[in-house]
């Protein structure tokens, strides 16, 4: 299959997009949503801009993946793409063109020119307006030696890794973020299948692990199918950012213990893609914890659990003392506690208690968990079936998405890899 992505920020083609995968391009910066399969009449404007100017056969079909901006850096970020990352890169790639530019004048026995002195001392935002300036015109004349003038997007290219160049587009110019995808069709592949869909036929073929996915291992299979609804209702932009653990698939044991076994034998494998185990917030996930805390796990494995949460901190409790308002962050806040007030409420009208069960004694605490747990997992899930606006579900579930953008960040300061 060719393997020549055509990666675009509104007209402006990304630079050294030939040295990205197809795959990785596909994977990292969209997601299935994206996709569109268009006449030249129903392109969206950028798209037909470029596209509209071949001189090829049109095809009756278009095929293509177009995103917001925000939506790319969201999902940038949760691999390492993160703003802060791409102006360090960005600051090393111009003060390298400056050198280069002394190094050439001192060789050639000239004075440095204006441009390495200009370079030198331009600032990250004098640099981004000079991004939204029109891109000089070329040489009309066919073998004319005459240069187009330089241009900040031109600095682009001392950066090897074309997705940090994106990410520092996407800081300069607000556009969609676009893919064409009809060369995955013209050599081999399903023609009937999405560009995504081809990824995995590959990844199946090789055994290769998805390049833009974090696979994220849960507890068990209720919270991977609770957390992973609500990653697609609350915040659809990352929802093919992460995969989750099957537990169906391959009969897993659930369980902190059985958590903290898996990351021990996953991470002892040295495998290079990222992998998130998210624990309960509760007596036996902060036991796992601390078991996983004497390991010097790789940078690409990270450990995490649940976020503390304010209704946790005066939450009803059943114990051998009785009914009393509680802390259980730490103790009993497992994932049904993430789910809202509403799914929590009991038939009386009042909050479901935890009922606490065990005593820990390793780490010298209680471990508890709430009543009834299935049927509010079920309310939960009818809740997010009845529909709402993202940024409605996430207000209305303000505890979820905190745990949501939480496991997202899970990777700030571990720069990419690709």
Same mark, same amino acid.
């Given at each position: 299959?060719?393997?020549?992505?055509?990666?675009?920020?509104?007209?402006?083609?990304?630079?050294?997009?030939?040295?990205?995968?197809?795959?990785?391009?596909?994977? $990292?910066?969209?997601?299935?949503?994206?996709?569109?399969?268009?006449?030249?009449?129903? $392109?969206?404007?950028?798209?037909?801009?470029?596209?509209?100017?071949?001189?090829?056969?049109?095809?009756? =079909?278009?095929?293509?993946?177009?995103?917001?901006?925000?939506?790319?850096? &969201?999902?940038?970020?949760?691999?390492?793409?993160?703003?802060?990352?791409?102006?360090?890169?960005?600051?090393?790639?111009?003060?390298? #063109?400056?050198?280069?530019?002394?190094?050439?004048?001192?060789?050639?026995?000239?004075?440095?020119? &204006?441009?390495?002195?200009? $370079? =030198?001392?331009?600032?990250?935002?004098?640099?981004?307006?000079?991004?939204?300036?029109?891109?000089? %015109?070329?040489?009309?004349?066919?073998?004319?030696?005459?240069?187009?003038?330089?241009?900040?997007?031109?600095?682009?290219?001392?950066?090897?890794?074309?997705?940090?160049?994106?990410?520092?587009?996407?800081?300069? $110019?607000?556009?969609?973020?676009?893919?064409?995808?009809?060369? #995955?069709?013209?050599?081999?592949?399903?023609?009937?299948?999405?560009?995504?869909?081809?990824?995995?036929?590959?990844?199946?073929?090789?055994?290769?692990?998805?390049?833009?996915?974090?696979?994220?291992?849960?507890?068990?299979?209720?919270?991977?199918?609770?957390?992973?609804?609500?990653?697609?209702?609350?915040?659809?932009?990352?929802?093919?950012?992460?995969?989750?653990?099957?537990?169906?698939?391959?009969?897993?044991?659930?369980? &902190?213990?059985?958590?903290?076994?898996?990351?021990?034998?996953?991470?002892?494998?040295?495998?290079?893609?990222?992998?998130?185990?998210?624990?309960?917030?509760?007596?036996?996930?902060?036991?796992?914890?601390?078991?996983?805390?004497?390991?010097?796990?790789?940078?690409?494995?990270?450990?995490?659990?649940?976020?503390?949460? %304010?209704? &946790?901190?005066?939450?009803?409790?059943?114990?051998?003392?009785?009914?009393?308002?509680?802390? @259980?962050?730490?103790?009993?806040?497992?994932?049904?506690?993430?789910?809202?007030?509403?799914? #929590?409420?009991?038939?009386?009208?009042?909050?479901?208690?935890?009922?606490?069960?065990?005593?820990?004694?390793?780490?010298?605490?209680?471990?508890?968990?709430?009543?009834?747990?299935? =049927? @509010?997992?079920?309310?939960?899930?009818?809740?997010?079936?009845?529909?709402?606006?993202?940024?409605? #579900?996430?207000?209305?579930?303000?505890?979820?998405?905190?745990?949501?953008?939480?496991?997202?960040?899970?990777?700030?300061?571990?720069?990419?890899?690709?």
């Amino acid at each position: 299959m060719d393997d020549t992505p055509e990666l675009h920020v509104g007209t402006f083609k990304v630079p050294a997009d030939m040295l990205l995968s197809w795959r990785a391009a596909v994977e $990292l910066v969209f997601a299935e949503r994206d996709l569109k399969v268009r006449p030249l009449a129903g $392109l969206d404007g950028v798209v037909r801009q470029v596209l509209g100017r071949r001189r090829h056969a049109e095809p009756v =079909e278009y095929v293509y993946l177009i995103a917001p901006p925000r939506d790319v850096r &969201a999902r940038l970020n949760v691999h390492g793409y993160t703003e802060q990352h791409c102006r360090l890169m960005w600051k090393a790639a111009r003060d390298e #063109l400056a050198a280069r530019r002394r190094r050439w004048a001192e060789r050639e026995g000239e004075e440095p020119d &204006a441009r390495a002195e200009a $370079l =030198e001392s331009m600032t990250w935002e004098e640099w981004l307006a000079g991004v939204r300036e029109p891109l000089p %015109p070329s040489p009309k004349r066919r073998g004319s030696r005459r240069r187009r003038p330089w241009h900040a997007m031109d600095l682009l290219g001392m950066i090897s890794d074309p997705i940090v160049s994106l990410r520092l587009m996407l800081e300069a $110019l607000e556009e969609p973020v676009w893919l064409d995808c009809d060369y #995955l069709y013209l050599y081999e592949g399903d023609t009937s299948a999405s560009p995504h869909g081809l990824a995995r036929q590959d990844e199946a073929m090789s055994g290769r692990w998805p390049e833009g996915r974090v696979t994220v291992l849960t507890e068990g299979r209720r919270d991977a199918r609770l957390v992973s609804a609500a990653l697609r209702a609350l915040h659809p932009e990352l929802s093919d950012a992460f995969q989750f653990l099957d537990f169906d698939e391959f009969r897993l044991e659930g369980g &902190a213990s059985p958590l903290a076994r898996m990351v021990k034998a996953l991470a002892g494998t040295k495998m290079g893609s990222r992998m998130l185990a998210m624990f309960d917030n509760d007596a036996a996930g902060v036991e796992a914890m601390q078991e996983l805390s004497t390991l010097r796990l790789p940078p690409n494995v990270r450990v995490m659990a649940l976020p503390g949460i %304010p209704l &946790a901190r005066r939450y009803p409790t059943l114990g051998p003392a009785g009914s009393r308002t509680m802390d @259980v962050n730490g103790g009993a806040a497992a994932i049904e506690l993430y789910l809202g007030k509403g799914p #929590l409420t009991g038939a009386d009208g009042g909050l479901r208690p935890v009922r606490w069960t065990e005593w820990r004694p390793k780490i010298g605490r209680y471990q508890g968990a709430v009543e009834g747990k299935l =049927e @509010v997992a079920q309310a939960f899930l009818r809740d997010l079936e009845a529909g709402g606006t993202p940024a409605a #579900l996430r207000r209305r579930f303000p505890d979820m998405d905190r745990l949501l953008r939480a496991m997202s960040a899970a990777f700030e300061g571990l720069p990419p890899t690709l």
